[in-house]
């Protein structure tokens, strides 16, 4: 059974930052591409980050220089360390393993706000 349990959501003012985490089990983490995508109310979900297997990084323009993506194989871990949070950045924050086939985490929510 495939488990992304994410972690480190919560609430900062602008300019704050924090670090998501993300624990796989169930897939062959050093052999899956890793991402996160966000969804805010009413908008589509789109993808923040992306780490390939050899660590190729792809990040969506808006958080460029304030997001990093990273993953440690020996933790089956992925993170996403965020950087002066702005309140645009206020989403649910969601998890995606590319393995056999696509597997989402449940989300967890970060808010920026004074």
């Known amino acids: 059974q495939v488990q992304l349990a994410e972690s480190g959501g919560g609430l900062v003012q602008p300019g704050g930052s924090l670090r998501l985490s993300c624990a796989a089990s169930g897939i062959i983490f050093s052999r899956s591409a890793m991402a996160w995508y966000r969804q805010a109310p009413g908008k589509q979900r789109d993808l923040v980050a992306h780490i390939s297997t050899v660590e190729e990084t792809y990040y969506l323009d808006s958080v460029k220089g304030r997001f990093t993506i990273s993953r440690d194989n020996a933790k089956n871990t992925v993170y996403l360390q965020m950087n002066s949070l702005k309140p645009d950045d206020t989403a649910v924050y969601y998890c995606?393993?590319?393995?056999?086939?696509?597997?989402w985490g449940q989300g967890t929510q970060v808010t920026v706000s004074s």
């Open positions: 995606f393993a590319s393995s056999f086939q696509g597997y």
